[in-house]
Nanobody
Framework: QVQVVESGGGLVQAGGSLRLSCVAS????????MGWYRQAPGKQRELVAS???????DYADSVKGRFTIPRDNARNTVYLQMNSLKLEDTAVYYC?????????????????WGQGTQVTVSS
């Protein structure tokens, strides 16, 4: 049982910054990777940024140089720092935690998703 909760979404003016937070809790044995995805209406969900347990990061070309994905392992928290926001960044942002967790009497590896948080960039 793992719970994933995102926060920090909202409306921001183009060129501004926003910081999303994602906190994982529950019967976590280990976290293998954390990432942020986004989905705009009529479009496929896409990877925005991810970070592995070894601190290897991956960014979508569209956000590279503008977004970063800091983490706080002690708090099971990952952030998405978004700078120089563009209208095209408007989407629902989802946090994904790839973790090994205790589920009942078994230990499973699974992708746990947050509920999503809306980010709207205005002109």
């Amino acid at each position: 049982q793992v719970q994933v909760v995102e926060s920090g979404g909202g409306l921001v003016q183009a060129g501004g910054s926003l910081r999303l937070s994602c906190v994982a809790s529950g019967s976590i044995f280990s976290i293998n990777a954390m990432g942020w995805y986004r989905q705009a209406p009529g479009k496929q969900r896409e990877l925005v940024a991810s970070i592995t347990s070894g601190a290897t990061t991956d960014y979508a070309d569209s956000v590279k140089g503008r977004f970063t994905i800091p983490r706080d392992n002690a708090r099971n928290t990952v952030y998405l720092q978004m700078n120089s926001l563009k209208l095209e960044d408007t989407a629902v942002y989802y946090c994904k935690i790839s973790a090994t967790a205790d589920r009942g009497s078994t230990r499973v590896y699974y992708d746990y998703w947050g509920q999503g948080t809306q980010v709207t960039v205005s002109s």
